[in-house]
């Protein structure tokens, strides 16, 4: 209950202000370390970046753009190794202004050259690195044997699932509808328990030209915004970008992408059985009776969140056996109860409204036009769901709602109760417990609003928080969240472009979800200038949190030439870098406390 009042937060750090600087700025009695930059060699043969000698080959071996999603997978493998591991890393998207000299964000569509673009797909994907802590500090050792750049341009993927094979998955490039090269828009993601990696595939959309029109693909494309309008040039260089010319490739994105970093030999899956839609991560849990839950939002107003629960059985002591596991299973929408009742609606091809009258042909149909089916079934319309994370001490799962500004008062509802919801939601889901352990399978949860975010100090922000949040403390956009081992809630936000009007810095915001500091938020971590916050990630001992600082200088006007932040180098012949830090305490103490 966000209203208790009184007592104090279990947060022990002294919170930082929030002026936007140039620089990073972390709580006193903290360091916040630069560890690897877009650019920095990843594979063994990389080469040293020049930013104004580019080329796809160089960067299909660097560290891609736009760090996103940051997992730590220790090492070895199935142990709590906190000093030594590795980090896997989405790399989102590309701006392509910050990223070549002379071009600002429109020329992205159209002065970008065949081998700009080339260098954009490979600097999209995913790395992974080996690191290690030595004396209190971070770094990247080099020539790992897991060293890996996953790419856009190179990486050849597996669809395995329902939609494999499908007529509607296949191209000229694979009559076989199961091979697919590249994935796209890594946001987020999540960890499974076997220790593989989820990697969400986000706004595929932006990147294909064209509309398909007059073929039965049309409709489907509109559904996830492909209408003649991308936002890069890709489309005017290649034909599989261009959905006039391969109408088909788009429902070949838009899932989560399992990935096992410790096998640098083992195609990435694209498991179609979670569905097709803008996922932005996937929070993981055991369930009492053996079965896996995954849950996993589509980012975009008014769509659904979502959990897919395995017909299979986690098998600690087998992790080969787990490596199936997300292929066969059922795929739920939530629906938000005003009473408090969350219900879990199965989206089952054959069944309910999923049904050949309403053009549903098979169960490929079902997850390849997901968004359609989970409004037919009677799923809640949110508020942007972005990050759904489990909390390991509770069991209770926690969704991030970023924001919403289109909503209307009439559209309001009890799960999302604010009209031009700018600020957005933490949404709190409250599983039974069976045998004493959270079940995630079950048919229905409770739900609560942990806060409504905002200026809790302008009655016009309608927020909602503990009453002793200090006015560095609230917080605008939560987008990705961690759980610290203690199972406080540590939130990352992403104002987007209400950053110049908010006037405050995104960073990292952490409360106790019990207690007598329940949803008091503190402030913990800025992040430079017109940067988001992204990937919040501890290691087992909570004494490291590693975060993603997200497209730094993506401001108005803000160029490689003219760009509003240098970070993380600040040397004029260098543009600013996307960069993964390392946060640890001066006395090496938990971070928190
Ligand atoms: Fe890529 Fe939903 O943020
Ligand atoms: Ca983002
Ligand atoms: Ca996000
Ligand atoms: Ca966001």
Request: with cysteine; glycine share 10%.
């Amino acid at each position: 209950n966000p209203g208790v009042a009184g007592g104090k937060s279990t947060l022990g750090f002294t919170e930082i202000d929030k002026t936007i600087t140039d620089n990073h700025r972390v709580a006193p009695g903290y360091t916040a370390q630069v560890l690897i930059r877009w650019g920095d060699k990843v594979e063994p043969r990389a080469e040293a970046f020049d930013p104004r000698n580019q080329s796809a080959w160089a960067q299909a071996k660097q560290f891609g753009y736009n760090n996103d999603y940051v997992g730590y997978l220790p090492l070895p493998a199935g142990s709590n190794n906190s000093d030594h591991g590795l980090l896997f890393v989405n790399h989102e998207y590309t701006n392509t202004e910050l990223m070549f000299p002379g071009l600002t964000e429109k020329d992205a569509q159209d002065k970008v050259t065949k081998a700009q673009v080339e260098t954009e797909m490979a600097a999209h994907g995913n790395s992974v690195i080996e690191v290690k802590k030595e004396n209190g500090k971070w770094r990247v050792v080099q020539n790992s044997i897991y060293a890996r750049r996953i790419s856009f341009l190179t990486t050849e993927m597996m669809l395995s699932g329902p939609v494999a094979g499908h007529d509607r998955v296949k191209t000229k490039a694979d009559p076989t509808g199961t091979r697919v090269l590249g994935t796209l828009n890594n946001c987020a993601g999540g960890k499974t328990p076997w220790g593989t990696v989820l990697t969400a595939e986000e706004n595929f959309h932006q990147y294909f030209s064209g509309t398909a029109a007059g073929t039965k693909e049309a409709e489907n494309h509109k559904m996830y915004g492909i209408e003649g309008k991308p936002a890069y040039g890709w489309g005017k260089h290649f034909d599989r970008m261009n959905v006039d010319k391969e109408p088909n490739e788009p429902n070949r994105f838009g899932w989560l992408v399992e990935v096992d970093p410790y096998d640098p030999t083992l195609m990435p899956r694209k498991r179609t059985a979670m569905g097709r839609f803008k996922h932005e991560a996937a929070g993981c849990a055991v369930n009492p009776d053996g079965t896996v839950t995954v849950y996993t939002g589509d980012d975009e107003r008014f769509q659904y969140l979502y959990r897919f629960v395995t017909k299979g059985k986690y098998h600690p002591e087998d992790r080969q056996s787990n490596l199936g596991l997300l292929d066969d299973g059922t795929l739920y929408v939530a629906k938000f109860e005003a009473d408090g009742t969350l219900r879990w609606l199965p989206m089952i091809y054959g069944q309910g409204p999923l049904t050949p009258a309403n053009g549903f042909h098979s169960v490929a149909d079902v997850l390849i036009e997901t968004r359609r089916a989970a409004k037919l079934v009677g799923a809640t319309s949110m508020d942007r769901p972005e990050d759904v994370e489990v909390n390991p001490v509770t069991g209770n799962v926690y969704a991030m709602l970023t924001n919403n500004t289109k909503r209307t008062a009439e559209q309001a509802d009890a799960a999302n109760p604010r009209a031009k919801n700018a600020y957005g939601h933490v949404m709190e889901m409250i599983p039974p417990a069976k045998n004493g352990k959270a079940d995630h399978s079950a048919p229905a949860y409770q739900w609560d609003i942990f806060l409504l975010a905002g200026d809790p100090s302008k009655p016009e922000h309608g927020a909602k928080y503990h009453p002793d949040v200090s006015t560095n403390g609230w917080l605008a956009c939560p987008d990705n969240c961690a759980f610290d081992p203690k199972g406080r809630l540590w939130i990352s936000t992403d104002q987007g472009s209400e950053q110049a009007k908010n006037k405050i810095s995104d960073g990292i915001y952490a409360a106790d979800v019990s207690g007598p500091g329940r949803a008091l938020t503190k402030f913990f971590y800025a992040t430079p200038r017109d940067a988001e916050m992204c990937g919040p990630e501890f290691t087992p001992d909570g004494k490291t949190l590693f975060v993603a600082v997200q497209h730094p200088g993506e401001g108005k006007d803000s160029t490689f030439d003219k760009p509003s932040t240098r970070f993380p180098d600040f040397n004029e012949a260098m543009p600013p870098r996307p960069s993964i830090v390392a946060i640890t305490r001066n006395d090496g103490g938990e971070i928190g406390g």
